[in-house]
């Protein structure tokens, strides 16, 4: 036996220890056909330390020119074990086996053989006994538990029909918003996230909720059509973070406006007019719609954000937003700042304001109030076409304009686009050039669409390679342009300057190019 196991049996564990590596090793046998994947590479990288790796390497034919290769790369031990293993599957195809690599890992013989053995064995277990034959159900004396402790059961019960349904990004940002740093890693194991991805995540910027993100979008790519609702479901409950019950919540509604909304889809409203139409129908608001038609052109102002925003409830606040075209990340940000619904709605009107300028009209702010379809829509209408009104008519009794504080679009906005554009790149251009930070990559990330965040990444010189694996590792546009900045940074140091960003955000011009230079400068100034 290897000489750290004659060690092991000279002290008074010895024969514990060697009764356990023993069944351990027996208990093996059955999976020694079975080939390397990724998770079991984790588990064993995760044991092996830099006295052993280089022998291990040669015991399974890893060249020693290549194992320098992997030796002078940055990384810990861990990663490179990893990768020494990656290598081995990718050259002995289905020989890269259990038994292969055990009968290596016994002759090596690194001081934590027992650990390995023992996790290995538990991983091929769960994989061929939990995750294959009981992936889509929940342990019985664990649901009970959890009806119990957190009175979910009724919950449960109504997403049951959901079980089948694909993950989307609404729903990973919702299981986002209230997974704790305590239950991350347990979560990403239940997911079958492989350890070192679990730590590559762990160890970046941002706040766990991204980190989240972030994992359930890994867990999305590796599993595709089996990263469903029901293996979601099962993964929480085991973990029981402290805000399941309203997680379950959060996606239940979701899935059930959703659903709703695909209904009406499906069955009668192939377009805005039906959807309209429908609404007269069951809400009785008919002839309020018909009496704001005139209307529909008219650019929205703070009288109008108010009345709006005094009737929208909560559950309809974030479909609201999307609707209305704002990223999650910004509603997110909105959603957990202090203050009432009325008040947080308010300021996603005035955002949505700023994005679209003279787009952001009555036509538009109706379609989006048709399809979320708040409780209070009647008396929405009601006050929005009695302001209106009141607006119409004193404007005929006035020859002249209505004055700035009445206007429905500030004096900013009335100035021509590029007027204000210019205005803001020469006081951009006359601050001290510095170089960017999280805070300018985050204002830019908001505002870039996805037509032109590749043609951005060519202007800085972001080879197409790193842009394609960022766009591989994000699925949200505002993430995609935030880690693109970011590498930006790492690449080019201390030349990753706000001039040379103004530069390239002029050759690629996106849409609110003017609400990026505006940010950018009220964040200069605080600064200074």
Known sequence: MASKLKKALRNEQAEEFEEHFTEW?????????VVINEDLKGIIAEYVDDDVWHELGRRIGVSKNKRREIETQKGTIHEKTYELLGIWHENSGSEATIGFLVDALVKVDPEDLGHILEKTLMNLQDGNNEYENSRYTLQENTTQQIHKEHEIG???????PFRNVVINDELR???AECVEDDVFHDLGEKMKIPRIKLRDIERQKGTISEKTYHLLGIWHEKFDSDANVGFLLDALVKVNPVDLKLILEDVLRKLSFSDAREQRQLEEIPDKESAVSKTKKEHGVGQLLDNLFPFREVVINDELRAAVAECVEDEVFHNLGEQMKIPRIKLRDIERQKGTISEKTFQLLGIWHEKFDSDANVGFLLDALVEVNPVDLRLILEDVLRKLSFSDARERGQSEEISDKESTVSKENKKPYHERVQRYMNSLRSKPDVEINNEVRHIVSQYIDSDVWHKLGRILEISKNMREKIE???????MKVYDLLGQWHQTQGSDATIHALLNALEEVNPEDLHLILRDLSKALDRTD
Request: charged content about 35%; proline content about 4%; glycine content about 0%.
């Open 25 to 33: 090793f027996s208990r093996l046998i059955p999976y020694r056909d």
């Open 154 to 160: 009724e919950l449960l019960d109504k997403l049951s």
């Open 173 to 175: 940002a919702a299981v």
């Open 472 to 478: 591989a590792n994000r699925e949200d546009i505002c």
